[in-house]
């Protein structure tokens, strides 16, 4: 387990600054598409491929804000924050354990509210937006992978001699719970579109 500690603390810092970078990229064209539409309502954003895959249907039936401002702009602050996170551990920085928890609590919470979105998306709207599905990836793979951070620096502390032999398992197998969940996700979405992709395939 310590060989797998030892690479998880090399690759961190460089797996929060990648995916800062694409959710910046995302956040960047979705806020772009989001003005565009609220400028013009029959603006169609390039990434209108098909009925399912429609970024216009869910930016103008979502309807979803914080304190009145789109959600995509609070998306670039956020992931501007987590470059700037991931370069500062690259260039040497040290952060304490409250940042660290706060850090894990701030991606929980927005890990949940990105699948409020996916399931408002695929259940309610009846559409899918690709570049909110890459945010969704993003989330999920630095949820999980800052949580196993946080046990490995111990920024998360296992009491238990129960609970350290489950991460044991776990942490040997964290590639295939994340591949699991990520397949379990997209066999559900391919189920609520079969409609659709089922002539298809």
Same mark, same amino acid.
């Given at each position: 387990?310590? #060989?797998?500690r030892?690479?998880l603390? =090399? ?6 600054? #990648?995916?800062?970078?694409? !959710?910046?990229?995302a ?5 772009r598409?989001?003005?565009?539409? +609220? ?6 954003? @390039?990434c ?5 895959f429609n970024?216009g $249907? ?5 309807h ?15 992931? @501007?924050?987590?470059?700037? &996170?991931?370069a500062g551990?690259?260039? !040497? &920085? $040290?952060y $304490?354990? /409250? ?7 701030l991606?929980?919470l927005?890990?949940? !509210?990105?699948?409020?979105?996916? @399931?408002?998306s #695929?259940f309610?709207?009846?559409? +899918?937006?690709?570049f ?7 989330a999920?793979t630095l %949820? /999980?992978?800052t949580t ?6 111990? @920024?998360?502390r296992? *009491?238990? #001699? =129960?609970a350290?032999?489950?991460?044991g /398992?776990?942490? *040997?197998?964290h +590639?295939?719970?994340?591949i699991? /969940? ?16 089922? =002539?298809i %395939?």
């Amino acid at each position: 387990m310590s #060989a797998n500690r030892l690479t998880l603390q =090399k690759v961190f810092p460089y797996l929060v600054v #990648a995916g800062g970078i694409i !959710g910046l990229v995302a956040s960047f064209i979705l806020t772009r598409d989001v003005l565009a539409i +609220l400028h013009n309502p029959h603006y169609v954003p @390039a990434c209108n491929l098909n009925p399912v895959f429609n970024c216009g $249907k869910v930016i103008n039936e979502s309807h979803d804000t914080i304190f009145g401002v789109q959600l995509p702009i609070f998306g670039i602050g956020l992931f @501007a924050v987590l470059i700037a &996170a991931g370069a500062g551990m690259l260039a !040497g &920085a $040290k952060y $304490k354990r /409250w940042y660290w928890l706060t850090f894990q609590t701030l991606m929980t919470l927005g890990t949940i !509210g990105a699948y409020y979105l996916l @399931a408002k998306s #695929a259940f309610q709207i009846h559409a +899918l937006c690709p570049f909110c599905l890459s945010m969704d990836v993003v989330a999920t793979t630095l %949820l /999980w992978y800052t949580t196993l951070y946080n046990i490995d620096t111990g @920024a998360i502390r296992l *009491r238990r #001699a =129960k609970a350290k032999a489950i991460y044991g /398992w776990v942490r *040997r197998h964290h +590639l295939d719970i994340l591949i699991t /969940w990520f397949l379990i996700v997209i066999g559900i979405l391919l189920h609520q579109f079969w409609y659709y992709y089922g =002539k298809i %395939l």
